[in-house]
């Protein structure tokens, strides 16, 4: 992944989410290892107190763990929490834009429901969902 340096977002609030879709993703299972601030540093160009930033979000979440002299772990419900976070955070924004705009432009339930099957379809058909 490549980051953004563009955006308004702040650079380990990017790399906390790239972990984060790492554990979504399943390359990082529970209770697995996760990148050291070092390794982060190294994999992003970046300084390792950016990186430790981006670990600390997640340890802050509880999403991480830390064992003593070994580093940080995923924790055994980070997948689930993060899932829940995005669904709650990102899907439902997403949906009220959705619905705010279709009202706007005067489409119907029914079409926006098609619409939203059409793209499902195209989605899965693309590889891109289950």
Do not use: C
């Not at 380990?12 to 070092?38: C, F, H, P, R, T």
């Not at 670990?55 to 940080?72: Q, S, T, V």
């Not at 929490?81 to 705009?101: G, H, M, T």
């Amino acid at each position: 992944m490549l980051l953004d340096t563009d955006s308004l977002k702040p650079i380990y609030v990017q790399i906390a989410e790239w972990l984060e879709m790492e554990i979504l993703n399943g390359n990082i299972a529970s209770d697995e290892k996760i990148y050291s601030q070092n390794q982060l540093a190294d994999i992003f160009n970046v300084n390792p107190a950016t990186a430790a930033k981006g670990l600390n979000i997640l340890a802050n979440e509880k999403l991480l763990y830390k064992k003593r002299g070994l580093g940080m772990f995923v924790s055994s419900h980070a997948r689930e929490a993060i899932r829940s976070k995005r669904i709650k955070r990102n899907l439902k924004q997403l949906v009220l834009e959705l619905v705010a705009e279709a009202k706007r432009l005067d489409v119907s339930k029914e079409d926006l429901i098609d619409m939203l099957i059409e793209a499902e379809l195209q989605a899965t058909e693309e590889g891109g969902s289950q």
